[in-house]
């Protein structure tokens, strides 16, 4: 059984910083794309970055690129989100989740298993 369990997430004020991490277990991690998503309250699910199983092919959302980055410890079986210059539009539940589709990484219908979400709050 796949199990995806982000921790990392808190309050934090404005130009802050914060490192989500997500721990995988049950699936070949190395052999995985891996993503992040956020959804705000009332908002869809939205694309935060993607790294491919290989560590590279790098991808952000518009409204993160330059402050976010996304890196990957195989050896760990471990996903991690770092996030910079936090705004409070940034507050979000974050979400990691391994693609198991063909579909392209910026979809949530791309990725099959999801973790159950650490909540960001930046205040302002």
């Known amino acids: 059984q796949v199990h995806l369990i982000e921790s990392g997430g808190g309050l934090v004020q404005a130009g802050g910083s914060l490192k989500l991490s997500c721990a995988a277990s049950g699936l070949t991690f190395s052999n995985v794309d891996m993503g992040w998503f956020r959804q705000a309250p009332g908002k869809e699910r939205d694309f935060v970055a993607k790294?491919?199983?290989?560590?590279?092919?790098?991808n952000y959302g518009d409204s993160v690129k330059g402050r976010f980055t996304i890196s990957r410890d195989n050896a760990k079986s471990t996903l991690y989100l770092q996030m910079n210059s936090l705004q409070p539009e940034d507050t979000a539940v974050y979400y990691c989740?391994?693609?198991?589709?063909?579909?392209?990484?910026?979809?949530?219908?791309?990725?099959?298993?999801w973790g159950q979400g650490t909540q960001v709050t930046v205040s302002s």
């Open positions: 989740a391994a693609k198991t589709s063909p579909l392209v990484a910026q979809t949530p219908q791309a990725y099959g298993y």
């Open positions: 790294i491919n199983r290989w560590g590279g092919d790098l």
